[in-house]
């Protein structure tokens, strides 16, 4: 038995069966049940009962009982804390446990953990604060770069162009990642339509569809609404649906499906992806269609985060069909 309440019966069986061979050696001696006269064996049983087995027995039920209640006190305190810790975690936030919520046995061990939840908060916040920095130092350069291509031919210009504006759309990203991590739960509250926010991405990205010869559309199928930060949510939609229109053959239709549920998925007429190949594809940031001279492979590593900063998960949608996921948790009640 590993709970409290476990060890603590076997704590009492134990006592017990030790209490009761030193009580039978004293009621041996007392009762001096092996001299050569001893008392009657009736007399003798009464007085064990009335005065040795029921007082022990009443106490060890009132002792474990008290001890039982104690327990189970402590274990509805740390129901309580752990309700208060999941709540934290949700809205990504640092925990403390207050030093006077739990006895003080076990103040070594929360204060081991407030300080090392205080530690990686600090380094989340460093590490966030990093990117966010970085981001907008390279938004300067970016912008230069892109006016600086205004004085090459038109034919050079052209694909030099397409990557300048890739790396601004992904440091962009980078810049929503870094607000949905943000310590600043609020940012991360509003709720988010599935449908309205499929229909004005797919909007914002007809125009390319029609140009890359493919066709993008939008289905429903009970979305409900969750809890983010929409924009970087959007990126992440964005995301999907510009390498599904380069995954998809040409003339092929790319599908946007809001639900069921809250969950946004872009279904396409490509392979698709195995859960293992878009694992490495996020750990890595390696583009899916490996076309060669691409863009910096990041994107799907970036919308994974922002899932992820959203309680959420990019999953593939094999082998139902290709196509991939963003699922996010449902809105919590206000």
């Keep these: 038995m590993r709970s409290i309440a476990g060890r603590l019966l076997r704590g009492l069986v134990v006592s017990g069966l030790i209490g009761g061979v030193v009580l039978a050696v004293m009621v041996t001696y007392e009762y001096e049940l092996l001299s050569p006269n001893p008392p009657p064996l009736w007399k003798t049983v009464r007085e064990i009962i009335e005065h040795v087995l029921t007082p022990f027995g009443v106490f ?4 474990g009982s008290g001890a039982l209640l104690v327990v189970r006190r402590l274990e509805n305190e740390l129901k309580e804390i752990a309700g208060d810790v999941r709540d934290a975690a949700q809205d990504l936030r640092s925990y403390q446990t207050p030093r006077d919520a739990l006895p003080t046995e076990l103040t070594p061990f929360t204060d081991a953990v407030n300080e090392l939840t205080s530690r990686l908060a600090a380094h989340a916040r460093r590490q966030e604060a990093f990117a966010a920095d970085a981001a907008h130092e390279l938004k300067t350069p970016l912008a230069i770069l892109a006016v600086s291509l205004d004085k090459l031919p038109a034919e050079d210009a052209a694909p030099l162009r397409t990557q300048v504006h890739a790396l601004s759309d992904m440091v962009d990203q980078l810049l929503l990642l870094a607000r949905s991590n943000a310590p600043d739960p609020t940012q991360r509250r509003a709720l988010i339509q599935p449908d309205a926010l499929a229909r004005r991405v797919v909007a914002e990205l007809a125009p390319t569809a029609i140009q890359a010869g493919r066709q993008l559309s939008v289905e429903t199928d009970s979305p ?5 930060l929409e924009e970087a949510v959007a990126a992440s939609l964005r995301t999907l649906i510009s390498n599904a229109l380069r995954a998809a053959p040409e003339g092929t239709e790319v599908i946007v499906r809001a639900g069921p549920g809250s969950s946004l998925t872009v279904i396409d007429g490509g392979k698709g992806l195995a859960s ?9 940031g390696i583009r899916a269609d490996r ?18 900063a959203h309680g959420g998960e990019l999953i593939t949608c ?4 290709a196509g991939l996921s963003l699922r996010f948790p449902e809105a919590r009640p206000s």
Excluded: S, T
């Excluded at 060890?60 to 002792?63: D, E, G, S, V």
């Excluded at 293992?276 to 890595?284: I, M, N, Q, S, V």
């Excluded at 076309?291 to 992820?308: C, H, N, Q």
């Excluded at 094999?318 to 069909?321: A, G, S, T």
């Design 276 to 284: 293992g190949e878009l694992d490495r594809l996020k750990a890595r």
């Design 224 to 228: 409900k609404p969750f809890n983010g």
């Design 291 to 308: 076309a060669p001279g691409g863009v910096a492979g990041l994107g799907l590593a970036i919308a994974d985060r922002i899932a992820e």
């Design 60 to 63: 060890l039920l009132l002792f």
């Design 318 to 321: 094999l082998p139902d069909f």
